[in-house]
């Protein structure tokens, strides 16, 4: 069974620069993730969404960065403009059907902005 | 303000020797899952503890959840070089079981 995908796997860019991560999840998983664990720290959600529905944004910094899982498959999350305090791993993770269910985290992008 | 306190943050030891790590909060979770982190990867679940006192053992590791369920502990006996890692607790909290993450403990076994 395939594993969560990732790309890119490395970013740099500078600040107010725009940047996208794209997933795919594990085929069949309804829940998808999206974690920013900075160097340091534990991985923080970001955002959970349940097929194509958001579940929970809570801790999404809204104003620059936004998230989408069109036809509740693959995900992308974009950040405009990036910061300084934006480089961290940018983890993506899914699970079968909610977060009562393991969750399998894909490898990572690490941001690095300058 | 971290909600899950691990400690202690690093650990270097030589092969053979026995360890301990631990996840503390104020907080009650519903269940607590301890994973492993190796550099250029996502974490991987070790362990998922639901029930208060409960102990779970993988191999060399033993994993105990608090009777309060606000903390827990992972035990490593005869560490081997392929244990070293990132070891992250987490705890599900709220109706969404959302998980909260500690900061993680560095492990380093040494040959």
């Known amino acids: 069974e395939a594993g969560v995908a990732q790309s890119p796997r490395y970013k740099i860019i500078e600040k107010r620069q725009s940047v996208a991560f794209w997933c795919n999840p594990i085929?069949?998983?309804?829940?998808l993730y999206w974690y920013q664990q900075i160097l340091g720290q534990g991985p923080k959600l970001l955002i959970q969404f349940q097929n194509n529905g958001v579940v929970d944004d809570s801790q999404l910094p809204k104003d620059r960065f936004s998230a989408e899982r069109l036809k509740g498959v693959d995900s992308t999350l974009k950040i405009q403009p990036a910061k300084l305090e934006d480089s961290a791993v940018y983890l993506c993770a899914s699970s079968l059907y909610s977060s009562y269910n393991e969750q399998f985290f894909g490898p990572g992008t690490r941001l690095t902005v300058l | 303000t971290q909600l899950l306190e691990q400690s202690p943050q690093f650990l270097s030891i030589q092969e053979g020797e026995n360890l301990t790590v631990y996840c503390n909060s104020s907080?009650?979770?519903?269940?607590l899952q301890w994973y492993r982190q190796e550099p250029g990867e996502g974490p991987v679940l070790l362990v998922t503890?639901?029930?208060?006192?409960e102990v779970k053992k993988l191999k060399r590791l033993t994993f105990q959840f608090g009777d309060a369920r606000k903390d827990s502990s992972l035990h490593i006996t005869a560490a081997q070089p392929g244990d070293t890692g990132l070891y992250l607790c987490a705890g599900a909290q709220g109706g969404s079981e959302k998980l909260v993450f500690g900061k993680g403990m560095k492990l380093t076994v040494n040959p």
């Open positions: 907080s009650v979770f519903s269940s």
């Open positions: 503890v639901v029930t208060g006192g």
């Open positions: 085929s069949g998983h309804a829940t």
